[in-house]
């Protein structure tokens, strides 16, 4: 059930409606979005329900062993059991078939031919998110920053809330599991919000990043060897805001889902691309994935307590499983790698600060940070890295000409305006809406589902749904 | 939360029901299938007894008896012969039927939107005591645009997902708005994209793939295959010869073959067939040849009119005589 189908909306519009009936009813109202959540969750595979369940009770049963345990080698005990079933699962689903193929690959030149069966299990969506959901209770719990929940429906719709299920944000159980106990706030003002966020996010999602794909960048990427340098170039930018586009769309979808539901999940996104240099990047982009990394990965290596090598060390091997944290591949562990060494080589915040550049400084470095991240998106969306070498050496070629539609080129000049004006004026022209009388207003919004729907062009789902 | 708060909801799903009940009440009026006003007329106004569809019997052929038993042929294909534009007695299975006689009972194993897949899958699936003798495949278009999103690769889905086949998916696809939309703005926007003058070996390998497990599906179930070329309004391959409304309909299904590269690869996946066919030892029926260019046979680049079917129905006749003589001792004798 994608957020962009007819399906999805009856589906919310009624879950809306039934969260209306019971909105006073705690206990009642919990039950309903867990039933929708797990609905939501079996219309894309009703087998894998049984592995989210299996996540909770496991994480649900060793968060209370946890808080009525008070020797630290059984805490620690019971936070590995944790650890090795949420990643054992994830292991087994998403990177198995990468590592038995890299081991014999590696064996191979030793003159061992071990050829590790494969498995034939889908991937379950969204499987990567909520790992990590669950993983970061089990690992506050064990921190005790945070108090055990002992309400099993509220734990289960904190792993399985159904907006954020599939792609994030990842939201944290000390953020959700507290706007579960005190229940949902919904004003005129937040519903209304969330409205306009959904169509804002779907906006992003079917105008800007599906149509970039159709008109021009899956085409290029396809067959890089047919098109010029300039096309190559333009797919490149293309693909930067189709990401972008598609992936904040996706988030924003959720946020607004979730604010119509009466909850706050975390922003995913800040205009990455304004970003001056990696680490402002990376605190731009994916927030919720870069904090999780930062407070459960990097801060336990070491973080930058250590030496400058120990730091860039941590730094490199956080963004590293970042990296393959997208997928078992080797373009996305040389992404993550590329995106490490740039960090090891970004200076500390605090030097950056002191330098207080111009505004022509900032621009340059801006253009900069945008164009070292657009070579990481390269090595993210070139599925066979045969066709990197194609890439690269036709983007140099300089060759002229070109096969994009003038349409393309005015979808991804809107793209950029959108994403480098001071402030979003998608956001500044939807609270003018509100303002608008109820039947205009729905007018609107109707006209809005018929302009997405006829623009919907059948083109994949929400990128980093296969994450 | 009050219900005030989803009032400017259920208002614009309100005003999104007005608006499919006026486009739906026009499209009716004319003739055309509609969501809400009793699903197809044309179906209805062309209901002839002893044709399906009917209760029990989904084709758009002849209804046999509970009992019949008589040696089965399927034409397995697409909207090419289920075709709602025809009366289900004009179509060309049924006048095949006609003309092969008594002894043989034709089915249209057709259905709008099938490609040579779900064909296969039907095959598979369907129960021992109503599989035919023969299953005439007659399919290409829909594979066409089914591969053209692909690239011409056969995919499997890399996640869990089931996306796109559920009903309200296909309720909405049966709206008239929906209808208006694709034609309007989605084949609009789709003819910006980037098109391929065909789809290469790629294309064409995934093709073959798809025709070889028809016939290894018939093979397991005891049928025998037999392959036909398909056939379109204008020959040669000059996109100048096609009438806007065929250019236009290409572009509705998928925009990144261009209107050369639909002729180019029609073209060369009919040679796909003839190669298949000579490869595997099966009877070739080249309706290609027989048929491509007479345009008064056709209403656009692939779909036939009540003519065509009938000059249809003849190139199969023609075809099957020898594998009917063969198999039943002399059916298919013109009659």
């Known amino acids: 059930m994608n957020f962009n189908s007819f399906q999805f909306l009856i589906f919310f519009i009624c ?53 009525g345990e008070d020797r630290q080698a059984r805490r620690r005990m019971l936070l590995v059991v944790s650890l090795t079933m949420n990643l054992g699962l994830l292991g087994l689903f998403k990177y198995y078939n990468f590592f038995a ?234 992404w993550g790698a590329w995106h490490g060494g740039l960090l090891a080589l970004t200076p500390r915040r605090k030097a950056v600060v002191k330098q207080n550049p111009g505004l022509r400084i900032t621009i340059l470095r801006r253009l900069l940070c945008f164009h070292l991240v657009l070579v990481g998106w390269l090595l993210f969306r070139i599925e066979d890295l045969a066709d990197l070498g194609v890439y690269t050496s036709g983007m140099l070629a300089g060759s002229g000409g070109s096969r994009l539609s003038p349409l393309y080129f005015g979808l991804l000049a809107l793209a950029a305006l959108l994403h480098f004006t001071p402030r979003d004026p998608l956001v500044r022209g939807g609270h003018l809406i509100d303002r608008l009388p109820l039947p205009a207003r729905a007018a609107l919004w109707a006209g809005m589902v018929l302009l997405l729907g006829g623009m919907s062009l059948e083109g994949p789902s929400f990128i980093y749904f296969q994450f | 939360m009050r219900f005030q708060q989803l009032k400017v909801i259920y208002f614009s799903l309100l005003l999104l029901l007005a608006a499919e009940c006026v486009v739906e009440l026009r499209a009716s009026g004319r003739g055309f299938d509609t969501v809400l006003f009793g699903g197809d007329p044309l179906e209805r106004s062309q209901a002839t007894p002893g044709y399906g569809p009917a209760p029990g019997w989904p084709y758009r052929s002849h209804v046999p008896d509970p009992d019949d038993r008589r040696p089965r042929v399927w034409l397995a294909s697409g909207s090419y012969l289920h075709d709602v534009h025809v009366p289900p007695a004009s179509n060309a299975a049924s006048r095949l039927n006609l003309a092969l006689g008594a002894e043989v009972l034709v089915v249209n194993y057709s259905g709008a939107g099938w490609d040579m897949t779900h064909n296969t899958l039907m095959l598979r699936g369907e129960q021992a005591d109503a599989l035919p003798g023969i299953a005439v495949l007659y399919q290409l278009t829909n594979d066409l645009t089914a591969l053209a999103r692909t690239g011409g690769q056969e995919t499997q889905r890399q996640s869990g997902t089931n996306n796109g086949d559920d009903f309200f998916s296909r309720t909405l696809e049966r709206t008239t708005s929906y209808a208006h939309l694709t034609t309007a703005i989605t084949a609009r926007l789709a003819s910006h994209s980037v098109q391929e003058d065909g789809l290469g070996v790629q294309g064409a390998t995934g093709y073959a793939s798809r025709v070889r497990d028809f016939i290894r599906a018939c093979r397991e179930r005891g049928v025998q295959p037999v392959l036909c070329t398909l056939a379109r309004s204008t020959g040669g391959q000059d996109p100048a010869t096609l009438r806007p409304e065929e250019r236009r309909n290409m572009f509705r299904y998928i925009g990144n073959v261009s209107a050369l590269g ?74």
């Open chain 1, 101 to 334: 193929d890299a081991t014999g690959d590696l064996l191979r030149p030793l003159g061992l031919d071990l050829s590790l069966p494969h498995h034939s299990f889908l991937l379950p969506v969204g499987i990567s998110f909520y790992t990590f959901q669950t993983l970061s209770y089990t690992i506050d719990l064990y921190r005790r920053a945070i108090p055990c929940e002992r309400n099993l429906t509220r734990f289960a719709l904190f792993v399985s809330f159904f907006p954020q299920l599939v792609a994030g944000p990842i939201v944290r159980a000390k953020d959700f599991l507290p706007q579960l106990r005190r229940g949902p706030r919904v004003t005129d003002e937040r519903f209304n919000g969330g409205l306009r966020r959904i169509f804002r996010g779907l906006l992003k999602k079917v105008v800007i990043a599906d149509l970039l794909a159709s008109l021009g960048v899956d085409a290029v990427f396809a067959n890089p060897a047919d098109f010029s340098s300039l096309d190559l170039l333009c797919a490149l930018y293309g693909y930067a805001f189709q990401i972008y586009n598609d992936f904040s769309g996706y988030s924003d979808i959720a946020i607004g889902a979730a604010l119509m539901l009466g909850f706050d999940i975390p922003e995913n996104f800040k205009r990455p691309y304004m970003a001056a240099n990696m680490r402002e990047f990376w605190r731009r982009w994916h927030i919720s994935l870069s904090t999780w990394l930062r407070d459960y990965l990097y801060i336990p290596l070491g973080g930058s307590r250590g030496s400058r090598s120990r730091t860039h060390a941590n730094l490199f091997a956080t963004m590293l499983l970042g990296g393959l944290w997208h997928g078992a591949a080797l373009n996305f562990v040389l």
């Open chain 1, 15 to 67: 879950v809306l409606t039934l969260n209306a009936a019971l909105y006073r009813r705690a206990k009642g109202r919990n039950v309903l979005l867990l039933a929708s959540s797990y609905a939501f969750y079996m219309s894309w595979n009703w087998k894998y329900a049984g592995l989210i369940a299996l996540s909770t009770l496991v994480d649900y049963a060793l968060g209370l062993r946890l808080a």
């Open chain 2, 262 to 335: 639909w002729l180019r690869t029609i073209d060369r996946w009919n040679d796909v067939l003839r190669r298949v066919a000579e490869e595997e030892g099966l009877l070739l029926i080249d309706v290609d040849r027989a048929l491509t260019g007479r345009r008064e046979l056709f209403r656009d680049l692939v779909h036939f009119t009540e003519e065509g079917h009938q000059a249809l129905a003849e190139v199969l006749r023609a075809g099957l005589q020898p594998l009917l003589k063969a198999s039943l001792g002399g059916a298919g004798e013109a009659k």
